[in-house]
């Protein structure tokens, strides 16, 4: 299946694959250390599947670096189904714990003595920034400490010539995201999805009573979970660590909540890191807020502290995927590592796995603490990276509104519209929008219904407290249309006349790409569209050319990863049955794909891959074998337009005949329960920022403009805004076209794609791996282009 550059797997293509990453002879160990973060079992799961894929051994380190040091019966073989069922499980089933004996040259003499007895020489950790500075002490010491060993006689010279040097690769899971040079640590967005649970449940019953809370979320050193979760829930105040407030903001912070008050708003949120300070790096409490608002302003105040809460629960979609991905990327780097390779730590820059030296980053995570503890807060800041200092200004930019008198009129209208269906996340959107809007001078304009609401003339200006407590909304507020504007374009037009509009924002799913090509085609006829456009991406499907991701398509892959959760939790009573699920996404196979991966599916069927009848009799033979183990149950996923023929019912009946006498069958049509509920706070957050930086755009080009009469008629006035890579990324729709497969309504080139082979080797199929990406190692950057994480 040689379709849009995905490999087939001629042998061999195979053997060279193995030849060149070949684990044969090698012995891989695995450890959980520090504090625990979900998603730690789906690296564990990935390490150890894709390392006995490869041919190497790999052994369970148990109870971290005290395992290593005390031997025996914690360093134990893992083979491929002691690691099943474990993706839905939150911590570590490896178990975790702190060690001082590993701290000194003993601890460490009798850990390499253990490994070398089982001939590990790999060392994958998964921790924070001290279990790995811990693995890199120990890498340096290894040949030292076998000449030690040799020399009291406990191993031969041979030995210690077989096992001169280990490698030492890291995978950073910590909930608290404290580490540089890595966007998202494994198990940060499973926090955030506790902490956004819990905000969301705290607000209906603050608006019942007028009350205030003060919510105290982890991150002793680092304010990530606390801004993250202030942006996403639009906190009204937060205070981090990396960023104390200044003097005097017990005052400000008072007037800020009896304004907001003023503004009809029944209810306050204040968001306080555990390790929040004041600028003389005196600790600001929880309860010290408390005790603010009650004296001052005489507020019903309650404080919440979320504590271990922010450890547990199931991992994310985001996370499981992370992990996995991050996993597989370690084993390729231990078993291409040579004794000169640095120790190095698997990381996400955007949405592309990275490896780098993981002194660096432990060098950089070290000078934030120092930036700290000296008062140079603004380098602090600055040394977390740009999406950190990104989710800063922005969080500053939407919750504090300036007073009237002090901003500068621009005399420019904004029109914002949802086009398409429904996606979570859109009301995040528009929210940001409309406060960035307000806040640059604008007047900010609402258009309801999509196109259609647009012809008819359902527009309304639209102010700051209109959009309050918008983000944790589903669906869209301001009512959205599949109609494309190509039939009202007079009428549109006449409207855009009537309330002068000088720019719009569009955000929507494919729909709103076509929507927005048909408006610069009409450019010629109508001068109305002479003003600068963009596109934000929203669907579920994530189909949109221009953008690797887009808003709700993190919410869906959430629904469906726990829907398939709770069907693998019913299956585990009844022995041997396979369930078939079918997924939404037109024919884009994003979500059955990375659907499957976050769930652990054994197949996903999708469009971009064509398959037959052939490969579908392979599946059932996987599966049959599969049954003879002891995971007696299959999950298969199906995109809704993975193929004309063999359909959702096809594929049940198949099954259910060729499994005949050894496993039986059950189907399960998702539906539209992947376009609703609640935003994740990745949707949220990502909604909030890209609008944001759309209407930064828009700003940018109509000041650029003023006062020269200047018309937009050229193709880079009218964009697609998205992350590509590792970059956001403003791209001419014209230029976007050729790029676009338009009877699918799908990207012509998809980067998911390439993490296809992934899902087939971790659910044990033989699969090509395209490993052209990997084996360079990076630097920590500062770079100047936009960041994309989120």
């Given amino acids: 299946m040689d379709h849009d550059g995905v490999p087939s797997t001629p042998r061999g293509f195979f053997r060279k694959f193995l030849e060149e990453l070949s684990g044969v002879g090698k012995a891989i160990g695995v450890l959980t250390s520090g504090g625990d973060a979900q998603g730690?079992?789906?690296?564990?799961?990935?390490?150890?599947?894709?390392?006995?894929?490869?041919?190497?051994?790999?052994?369970?380190?148990?109870?971290?670096?005290?395992?290593?040091?005390?031997?025996?019966?914690?360093?134990?073989?893992?083979?491929?189904?002691?690691?099943?069922?474990?993706?839905?499980?939150?911590?570590?089933?490896?178990?975790?714990?702190?060690?001082?004996?590993?701290?000194?040259?003993?601890?460490?003499?009798?850990?390499?003595?253990?490994?070398?007895?089982?001939?590990?020489?790999?060392?994958?950790?998964?921790?924070?920034?001290?279990?790995?500075?811990?693995?890199?002490?120990?890498?340096?010491?290894?040949?030292?400490l076998l000449e030690e060993l040799a020399h009291s006689g406990k191993i031969n010279k041979e030995e210690v010539k077989k096992h001169g040097y280990l490698n030492v690769v890291g995978m950073v899971g910590s909930i608290d995201n404290d580490f540089c040079g890595t966007d998202m640590t494994i198990g940060t967005d499973s926090a955030l999805h506790r902490i956004i649970e819990v905000v969301d449940a705290i607000m209906t019953t603050a608006q019942s009573h007028q009350r205030t809370f003060v919510l105290?979320?982890?991150?002793?050193?680092?304010?990530?979970?606390?801004?993250?979760?202030?942006?996403?829930?639009?906190?009204?105040?937060?205070?981090?660590?990396?960023?104390?407030?200044?003097?005097?903001?017990?005052?400000?912070?008072?007037?800020?909540?009896?304004?907001?008050?003023?503004?009809?708003?029944?209810?306050?949120?204040?968001?306080?890191?555990?390790?929040?300070?004041?600028?003389?790096?005196?600790?600001?409490?929880?309860?010290?807020?408390?005790?603010?608002?009650?004296?001052?302003?005489?507020?019903?105040?309650?404080?919440?502290?979320?504590?271990?809460?922010?450890?547990?629960?199931?991992?994310?979609?985001?996370?499981?995927?992370?992990?996995?991905?991050?996993?597989?990327?370690?084993?390729?780097a231990l078993l291409q590592a040579t004794p000169e390779t640095p120790a190095c730590v698997v990381s996400l820059s955007g949405n592309q796995a990275v490896r780098l030296p993981l002194m660096e980053c432990v060098q950089m995570t070290q000078d934030v603490q120092k930036a700290m503890d000296e008062r140079r807060f603004k380098d602090a800041v600055k040394l977390r990276g740009r999406s950190f200092e990104g989710n800063l200004n922005t969080y500053k930019r939407l919750a504090i509104k300036m007073p009237d008198s002090k901003i500068q009129k621009s005399g420019f209208n904004v029109a914002v519209i949802n086009v398409g269906a429904p996606a979570a996340g859109m009301n995040a959107a528009v929210r940001s929008a409309v406060r960035f809007g307000i806040s640059e001078g604008h007047k900010m304009y609402a258009v309801y219904d999509g196109f259609e609401g647009f012809a008819k003339g359902q527009i309304k200006e639209i102010g700051w407290s209109d959009v309050g407590g918008w983000t944790g909304q589903g669906g869209s507020i301001l009512g959205t249309k599949r109609t494309l504007p190509g039939k009202y374009l007079e009428e549109i037009a006449e409207q855009m006349r009537t309330h002068s509009i000088n720019a719009l924002l569009i955000i929507g799913g494919f729909e709103a790409y076509l929507g927005l090509l048909e408006l610069s085609t009409a450019r010629g006829k109508h001068k109305e569209f002479c003003v600068p456009m963009v596109m934000v991406p929203a669907t579920v499907s994530n189909n949109v050319p221009g953008s690797d991701f887009s808003i709700g398509a993190d919410t869906a892959l959430n629904t469906i990863t726990d829907t398939c959760d709770r069907i693998?939790?019913?299956?585990?009573?009844?022995?041997?049955?396979?369930?078939?699920?079918?997924?939404?996404?037109?024919?884009?196979?994003?979500?059955?794909?990375?659907?499957?991966?976050?769930?652990?599916?054994?197949?996903?069927?999708?469009?971009?891959?064509?398959?037959?009848?052939?490969?579908?009799?392979?599946?059932?033979?996987?599966?049959?074998?599969?049954?003879?183990?002891?995971?007696?149950?299959?999950?298969?996923?199906?995109?809704?337009?993975?193929?004309?023929?063999?359909?959702?019912?096809?594929?049940?009946?198949?099954?259910?005949?060729e499994g005949k006498g050894v496993f039986d069958?059950?189907?399960?049509?998702?539906?539209?329960?992947?376009?609703?509920?609640?935003?994740?706070?990745?949707?949220?957050?990502?909604?909030?920022?890209?609008?944001?930086?759309?209407?930064?755009?828009?700003?940018?080009i109509l000041k650029e403009a003023q006062g020269k009469g200047k018309k937009f008629v050229t193709?880079?006035?009218?964009?697609?805004?998205?992350?590509?890579?590792?970059?956001?990324?403003?791209?001419?729709?014209?230029?976007?076209?050729?790029?676009?497969?338009?009877?699918h309504r799908i990207p012509k080139q998809q980067w998911w794609l390439k993490l296809r082979p992934l899902m087939k080797i971790l659910a044990k199929y033989k699969a090509s791996l395209d490993v052209s990406d990997s084996g360079q190692l990076e630097h920590v950057l500062h770079g100047h282009e936009e960041p994309a994480a989120i």
């Fill in 40 to 144: 730690m079992n789906a690296a564990v799961r990935a390490v150890v599947r894709m390392g006995i894929y490869a041919g190497a051994k790999v052994y369970f380190i148990y109870e971290g670096y005290q395992g290593m040091v005390d031997g025996g019966s914690n360093i134990v073989e893992a083979d491929w189904e002691s690691v099943s069922s474990i993706l839905q499980v939150g911590g570590t089933i490896i178990g975790s714990a702190r060690c001082k004996a590993f701290r000194t040259r003993e601890g460490r003499l009798k850990a390499a003595h253990n490994l070398v007895q089982r001939g590990i020489t790999n060392l994958c950790v998964i921790g924070g920034d001290g279990s790995l500075t811990g693995a890199n002490i120990f890498r340096e010491e290894w040949s030292g």
């Fill in 216 to 332: 105290e979320v982890m991150g002793r050193h680092c304010g990530y979970l606390a801004l993250v979760s202030a942006l996403a829930c639009g906190a009204d105040w937060v205070f981090l660590p990396e960023s104390p407030p200044e003097d005097g903001w017990q005052e400000t912070m008072c007037i800020k909540l009896s304004e907001n008050r003023a503004r009809k708003k029944r209810l306050n949120i204040i968001i306080v890191a555990e390790g929040a300070i004041d600028a003389q790096n005196k600790p600001i409490t929880s309860e010290q807020i408390k005790d603010l608002v009650v004296t001052q302003l005489g507020y019903d105040t309650r404080v919440t502290i979320l504590g271990h809460v922010q450890r547990g629960g199931t991992p994310s979609a985001f996370d499981r995927i992370l992990a996995s991905r991050m996993g597989v990327e370690a084993v390729i």
């Fill in 665 to 700: 069958c059950r189907k399960n049509v998702l539906g539209h329960m992947q376009q609703g509920g609640a935003p994740s706070p990745f949707d949220r957050n990502f909604g909030t920022k890209i609008s944001a930086r759309a209407m930064q755009w828009i700003t940018w």
């Fill in 715 to 743: 193709d880079d006035s009218i964009c697609v805004l998205g992350i590509s890579k590792r970059t956001l990324v403003f791209q001419p729709v014209a230029e976007l076209k050729k790029e676009t497969d338009f009877e």
């Fill in 568 to 657: 693998k939790q019913s299956a585990s009573g009844t022995k041997r049955r396979v369930f078939i699920i079918e997924t939404m996404g037109g024919y884009c196979g994003y979500l059955a794909n990375m659907g499957g991966l976050a769930a652990g599916a054994d197949a996903a069927y999708i469009f971009e891959e064509p398959f037959d009848i052939r490969d579908l009799q392979a599946n059932v033979e996987h599966l049959t074998e599969k049954m003879k183990t002891t995971i007696q149950r299959g999950l298969v996923l199906r995109n809704e337009s993975c193929s004309e023929n063999y359909t959702t019912d096809f594929i049940y009946q198949l099954y259910s005949e």
